[in-house]
């Protein structure tokens, strides 16, 4: 049961809407930040320091978001994103200031808090205006919310460079985008209200520990979690080592290997979207999860610009397809008063993954690994999904049976 009326099936409610706007403007924000290793360069940050500082903001996303989920429902949520938007402004407007290294590790800590706090609320929110039959429609367009501010703004800020002294005063800049999403919420404040009037209470109310232990000893949802902790680690992997490996090579352009392959996520998840409930997902993510071994076997071969920009369209091709298949799926299968717990747990399962990858990939190179043995153990991580996906489709298969039979 979603929060909308069930006689109106509609996914693009108001609500829904105003939720992916609240998602682009929080984002918009972030992606800003694909150069603070630069940044930090330039204000005189020690080189040890640099990497650290870089993955502080999603280390410290891992560490409090399992901290977070208990807490967020519905009722509450709107509160927390406001307390969240205020902090990040706040956060934003103090890294022109802040240029020590103990002085950024707190400001980090505080960054991370805040954004996880924003898009844990908003999940656990948005998950209620996903109408049963359209989950893969609505966590396509979700994913589009999330993909077009790393698609617009870094050529912005690029474009901005120029005119300011800099990062730290674009930092400043973006908080203006906090402002539209702050009166967003106003809005949505105010007919969710309406909304929530007459949801039974158990939709609408913290979740219990003990629901929570109940839901993880559930094997499909710990397999969907497992599945989307090495996709991510896999996703992470050619996000942070790809430029090392391009620069190896002597490959040159690879910042258009991300824009391809973000290109391809973005059409497909905007035309897709609308077959996506339409289609054995089950099916449809083991098929192009056993395409994306080849893919990641593959990228540690690369020699020149047309293989890479032709390899950028194949991996954007399938993790197009997984990832919001993946949250549907998840979805589908669970409690409705636990789904905004689990697609928030899948989220810990994104942090987790741009956490572990830096930290293990970037030891494996620092031993003498190549980029190569990377990509083709990432290839090897993605095989094991498909085999973990085979086991869930049995268990839901003999659960669709027992249903059935009951």
């Given at each position: 049961m979603?929060?909308?009326?069930?006689?109106?099936?509609?996914?693009?409610?108001?609500?829904?809407?105003?939720?992916?706007?609240?998602?682009?403007?929080?984002?918009?924000?972030?992606?800003?930040?694909?150069?603070?290793?630069?940044?930090?360069?330039?204000?005189?940050?020690?080189a040890?320091?640099?990497?650290?500082?870089?993955?502080?903001?999603?280390?410290?996303?891992?560490?409090?978001?399992?901290?977070?989920?208990?807490?967020?429902?519905?009722?509450?949520?709107?509160?927390?994103?406001?307390?969240?938007?205020?902090?990040?402004?706040v956060?934003?407007?103090?890294?022109?200031?802040?240029?020590?290294?103990?002085?950024?590790i707190?400001?980090?800590?505080?960054?991370?808090?805040?954004?996880?706090?924003l898009?844990?609320?908003?999940m656990?929110?948005?998950?209620?205006?996903?109408?049963?039959?359209?989950?893969?429609?609505?966590?396509?367009?979700?994913?589009?919310?999330?993909?077009?501010?790393?698609?617009?703004?870094?050529?912005?800020?690029?474009?901005l460079?120029?005119?300011?002294?800099?990062?730290?005063?674009?930092?400043?800049?973006?908080?203006?985008?906090?402002?539209?999403?702050?009166?967003?919420?106003?809005?949505?404040?105010?007919?969710?209200?309406?909304?929530?009037?007459?949801?039974?209470?158990?939709?609408?109310?913290?979740?219990?520990?003990?629901?929570?232990?109940?839901?993880?000893?559930?094997?499909?949802?710990?397999?969907?979690l497992?599945?989307?902790?090495?996709?991510?680690v896999?996703?992470?992997?050619?996000?942070?080592?790809?430029?090392?490996?391009?620069?190896?090579?002597?490959?040159?352009?690879?910042?258009?290997?991300?824009?391809?392959?973000?290109?391809v996520?973005?059409?497909?998840?905007?035309?897709?979207?609308?077959?996506?409930?339409?289609?054995?997902?089950?099916?449809?993510?083991?098929?192009?999860?056993?395409?994306?071994?080849?893919?990641?076997?593959?990228f540690?071969?690369?020699?020149?610009?047309?293989?890479?920009?032709?390899?950028?369209?194949?991996?954007?091709?399938?993790?197009?397809?997984i990832?919001?298949?993946?949250?549907?799926?998840?979805?589908?299968?669970?409690?409705?008063?636990?789904?905004?717990?689990?697609?928030?747990?899948?989220?810990?399962?994104?942090?987790?993954?741009?956490?572990?990858?830096?930290?293990?990939?970037?030891?494996?190179?620092?031993?003498?690994?190549?980029?190569?043995?990377?990509?083709?153990?990432?290839?090897?991580?993605?095989?094991?999904?498909?085999l973990?996906?085979?086991?869930?489709?049995?268990?839901?298969?003999?659960?669709?049976?027992?249903?059935v039979?009951g």
């Amino acid at each position: 049961m979603s929060l909308p009326d069930q006689n109106d099936q509609k996914l693009f409610s108001i609500e829904f809407l105003l939720l992916n706007l609240i998602i682009f403007f929080s984002f918009c924000n972030m992606a800003v930040f694909y150069s603070f290793f630069d940044y930090l360069g330039r204000i005189g940050i020690p080189a040890d320091w640099r990497g650290f500082l870089v993955g502080l903001e999603p280390m410290s996303a891992f560490l409090l978001r399992l901290g977070a989920v208990p807490l967020l429902h519905a009722k509450n949520a709107i509160a927390a994103m406001i307390i969240a938007l205020v902090a990040i402004m706040v956060v934003l407007c103090s890294y022109g200031w802040v240029v020590s290294v103990h002085g950024l590790i707190i400001l980090r800590v505080i960054h991370g808090a805040a954004f996880v706090l924003l898009v844990s609320a908003a999940m656990a929110l948005v998950v209620y205006f996903i109408p049963e039959g359209k989950s893969g429609q609505g966590f396509g367009f979700i994913s589009v919310s999330v993909l077009i501010p790393y698609a617009i703004m870094p050529p912005i800020t690029e474009f901005l460079k120029a005119y300011t002294r800099n990062e730290a005063w674009i930092y400043r800049g973006v908080t203006i985008l906090a402002i539209p999403a702050l009166l967003l919420l106003v809005v949505l404040k105010k007919r969710l209200n309406r909304a929530l009037a007459g949801v039974e209470g158990v939709l609408v109310r913290r979740p219990e520990m003990n629901e929570i232990r109940k839901n993880l000893k559930d094997t499909r949802i710990s397999i969907l979690l497992c599945v989307n902790l090495f996709i991510y680690v896999s996703y992470a992997t050619v996000f942070y080592f790809m430029k090392g490996y391009a620069a190896a090579n002597s490959i040159g352009g690879v910042g258009w290997f991300f824009t391809i392959a973000t290109l391809v996520m973005i059409v497909l998840r905007l035309g897709g979207g609308l077959f996506f409930d339409k289609i054995d997902k089950t099916r449809m993510i083991q098929v192009f999860t056993i395409l994306l071994v080849p893919c990641f076997l593959t990228f540690g071969h690369i020699r020149g610009n047309s293989m890479l920009y032709l390899m950028a369209g194949c991996y954007g091709l399938c993790i197009g397809f997984i990832l919001p298949l993946l949250n549907a799926l998840l979805f589908e299968i669970s409690a409705a008063e636990l789904r905004g717990v689990n697609v928030n747990l899948a989220l810990f399962a994104m942090d987790a993954g741009f956490f572990l990858s830096p930290w293990l990939g970037g030891s494996l190179i620092a031993s003498g690994r190549s980029f190569g043995f990377l990509f083709s153990l990432c290839g090897g991580f993605v095989f094991v999904n498909f085999l973990l996906l085979v086991v869930f489709a049995g268990l839901k298969s003999r659960g669709a049976q027992r249903a059935v039979a009951g």
